[in-house]
């Protein structure tokens, strides 16, 4: 459903008793998750993100930012204290994603 319809499509879905009929799901976490979901409704355009070439498995973002953000850290003669390790995690964020320009563009 999020793949073809996206956010619109589940929130229908959920609208409707027809899972409850289908699964023999309690209303109750139905409506727990369609809270969760209308907080993050903002990144469930999993149809947009695929028709752009992104990818909307956590695995391969999990993976570029333990190889970029790991390869940053752990150059030779490197020390970090945690907040600037984090503070740097953010600015390769930035930088391997389409950001950078408009973080710069508005930063003082």
Do not use: F
Not at 57 to 85: D, N
């Amino acid at each position: 459903m999020l793949l073809h319809d996206g956010y619109v499509g589940i929130k229908c879905l959920l609208a409707t008793d027809r899972l409850i009929a289908v699964r023999g799901v309690q209303r109750r976490g139905l409506t727990d998750l369609e809270h969760y979901l209308d907080s993050h409704a903002q990144h469930l355009d999993y149809a947009g993100r695929l028709a752009e070439g992104r990818v909307i498995g956590s695995g391969q973002v999990e993976g570029a930012c333990k190889h970029w953000i790991g390869r940053r850290l752990k150059q030779t003669g490197a020390r970090w204290r945690p907040e600037r390790a984090n503070r740097m995690a953010g600015l390769c964020a930035l930088k391997y994603s389409d950001q950078w320009s408009a973080y710069w563009s508005t930063a003082a």
